[in-house]
């Protein structure tokens, strides 16, 4: 798996998972610890990552950039 992208919340990563999954591309998020503990709004942590696998990375990045989702 490869990061594609980053996100300040775990609402606009989930959007673009949906996003991309509608395209038939694979995608998992992970979200480090201190964005769960300390959710503070409008606050970016870089804690939630959005990976795709190798393969599909530089459409997810076509995809995301197109949609404004990068």
Do not use: W
């Amino acid at each position: 798996m490869k990061e594609i992208a980053q996100f300040p919340t775990i609402e606009e990563a989930y959007i673009a998972k949906g996003m991309l999954e509608s395209y038939g591309i694979s995608c998992r998020i992970e979200q480090n610890g201190l964005s769960s503990v300390f959710p503070a709004p409008g606050a970016y942590n870089g804690g939630i990552t959005l990976y795709v696998a190798e393969a599909q990375a530089e459409e997810a990045a076509n995809l995301l950039k197109e949609h404004g989702d990068d």
